[in-house]
């Protein structure tokens, strides 16, 4: 596809999502949801007006900040949102990681705009089918640790459903990273979508790497003291869905 027209391939993607995230229930979600990932398949970074680094200093004024001019390890590009779905662009620092969370009831698609990223995938299992945990100091979750994966910008995009690798553990390795974010619908506490952080309640075998898929225990959280998430105002085009 020619790239002269840069502007009008973030915009199709953010109309795409509206079309596909607007009936996720519907007979055509599919069809829609794999034209949405064709199309997230081809942006760049250089679509979006962004060069490799990681989060600016500037980022660190963002709410939620922990230590007063301090670098975040993460931020955010705010793109665009409405009652279907969101979308952004995440900054990773090198040797970052956006903890293990979930998503619920959300679809989501991740694709890499430049440097490497580790995502650990998980599936939440139904509490009637779980062995009784081990003794914790919270809330426990069984999960099937599906996949660990690498994902470069030639990767395509990393899915999630409600269902399906709905728990994600994010880490840039080798590097900054950046990823371009969606999320459908939007997370919302009022209405039962708000972000739970977890921990592996065990380590894991010792010796080799374990195979997988492997069922585990995850402890409800709160996010690790070095993590935050600052804000930067995004570069590219101007969008609207």
Known sequence: MPRDNMA????????????????????AFGENLHRLQQLLDEVRAEDLHLAPQGP????????????????PPVSYMHICETESFSMGVFLLRGGACIPLHDHPGM????????GTLRIACMDALPAAAAPPPPPAP???LRALL????????????CL??????????????????????????????EHGRDCHYYRLLEGPPAGAEPALPREVWLLETAPAADFWCGGEPYPGPRVCP
Do not use: W
Not at 56 to 71: D, I, S, T
Not at 146 to 157: I, K, L, V
């Open 107 to 114: 679809n989501g698609m991740l694709k890499v705009l430049y």
């Open 146 to 157: 599906r996949s660990r994966q690498h994902y470069t910008p030639a990767s395509p995009p």
């Open 8 to 27: 009008s391939l973030i915009q199709r993607v953010a109309r795409q999502a509206r079309i596909t995230f607007r009936s996720p229930a519907g007979p």
């Open 56 to 71: 600016a200093a500037a980022a660190a004024g963002g709410a939620g900040c922990p230590r007063a001019g301090a670098v």
């Open 138 to 140: 919270g809330p426990c």
């Open 160 to 189: 999630l459903s409600p269902h399906t690798d709905n728990l994600h553990q994010i880490d840039a390795v080798e590097g900054p990273a950046a990823f371009l974010d969606i999320l459908a619908p939007p997370y919302d506490p």
